[in-house]
């Protein structure tokens, strides 16, 4: 597979910040992604684009042996002052997923781990098939890699435009794209249903930019009933999706 470095992205990202920061309050969902993402990682677990850690602290605090990363320095920083004893432990690096020798870059770190998860990341990069690639390579044989990404391009508005998002994701192109790279696809699902009616509404309808700190508030209150609606849907619909894909 031919590298391409597509990945162009702004060093200071304030509407990525901004989102995060909005997010991080949302106690009910992050604690409802951690559940529905964590029992598919074990042993040693790398988190591709952690941001500002908002499921990061899920991990830490349930004893994950977890690595952290993200291409930004300022994330970077942050997460230091957040997790001191992960930067103690040189566990806070930077990755770029589709660097153009990422083996070299990253020899250190090739075929060194058990689980790498991302959430809401790969939709950033031009490259997805690469960046899925250089996820593999990050895996031990039989390690598991998660995805989370947005759902339905049709939901492609206000927000996803100003957080640089390629493109949104369905089951059947999450799982081509695990299956391209000779990944073994275990399970995918969609995430989230609840969420979608006020994705739509304030980012199609009203146009906001970002999302409404008021808004998540309201969301996160509803989060006990979202997940029950997951369950009676199956999770055939939702907001994300989900794959989860095996290093053979």
């Known amino acids: ?69 993200d291409i930004r320095k300022n994330y970077r920083d942050f997460l230091k002052n957040r997790f001191p004893e992960i930067s103690l432990q040189n566990k806070i690096l930077p990755i770029d997923l589709v660097h153009p020798d990422f083996e070299i870059e990253y020899q250190h770190l090739v075929g060194k781990f058990d689980t790498v998860f991302s959430l809401n990341v790969i939709e950033h990069i031009e490259d997805d098939l690469q960046a899925v690639a250089n996820c593999k390579k990050l895996l031990r044989t039989g390690g598991k890699l998660i995805t989370l990404m947005p759902a339905l391009q049709s939901l492609y508005n206000n927000f996803d435009k100003e957080l640089f998002h390629f493109r949104r994701y369905n089951r059947k192109t999450m799982r081509a794209l695990f299956e391209k790279n000779d990944m073994r696809v275990i399970k995918t699902f969609y995430f989230n249903s609840g969420g979608i009616v006020g994705w ?37 619909v939702g907001l994300s999706v989900i794959c989860v894909g095996q290093k053979s």
Not at 208 to 219: E, H, R, T, W
């Open 200 to 236: 739509f509404i304030s980012g199609s309808i009203l146009k906001n930019k970002i999302i409404p700190a008021n808004q998540m508030k309201v969301f996160d209150k509803m989060v006990p009933l979202f997940r029950l609606t997951d369950k009676l849907l199956m999770k055939s």
């Open 1 to 69: 597979m031919n590298t391409k470095y597509t990945f162009d992205f702004k060093e200071f990202d304030a509407e990525g910040l901004e989102t995060l920061q909005v997010i991080s309050d949302a106690g009910n969902f992050n604690q409802w992604t951690f559940d529905t993402i964590s029992p598919f990682c074990s042993g040693k677990i790398i988190e591709i684009g952690s941001g500002i850690g908002n499921i990061s602290e899920c991990f830490i605090r349930e004893g994950y042996d977890l690595t952290i990363s």
